[in-house]
């Protein structure tokens, strides 16, 4: 498996309105397990994003579908840049879904 | 929600074993909506847990479960130290599974 958690940075009073377009553009990926999207206590124009894959493959592949070109398409104008950016290799767990 | 994203550092050749540990330990969580456990390709000492619970209270009350309790003190000895720690509020995504 693969996994990813990365902090992106939005404009200030934009963060929901990127987190409406992630939760909304990236309903269905194939080989995604899991997609947790949060917002951040202490920073209130940060979103973070917590992945799970079924290959490195199937996440990039990800972002060539159309839904996900169109959400980063929408979401670009509002994101300010990226913050803590780890790969991992998830092993199992709770909520790793299909489909 | 409540969310956390954490790394744990464990003794040289200790890790899968505090892996298995805690995938064991966690299976069954009351209010546990995502419980994702993974190794790090840059560090092979480093385990990353990423949760996500329907509240703070849910989370704490978990670290008291007879379970939760064993599993601890089997890792504990195992464990060297933490590294990075985020806490997050969920907002919703793929994978957020009761029970």
């Keep these: ?3 990813l958690i990365g902090k992106m940075k939005t404009a200030a009073g934009e963060r929901d309105r990127v987190i409406a377009l992630l939760l909304d553009g990236t309903a269905a990926m194939p080989g995604c ?6 917002t951040d206590p202490a920073d209130p124009d940060a979103i973070w994003i917590t992945e799970a894959w079924e290959s490195a493959e ?3 592949a990800s972002l060539a579908l159309p839904a996900v070109q ?7 104008p509002m994101i300010t840049g990226f913050g803590e950016r780890f790969e991992t290799a998830p092993v199992g767990g709770h909520g790793l879904v299909t489909g």
């Design 1 to 3: 498996m693969y996994g």
């Design 33 to 38: 397990l899991s997609y947790v999207v949060a």
């Design 58 to 60: 199937l996440h990039r």
């Design 70 to 76: 169109a959400t980063i398409a929408q979401a670009r």
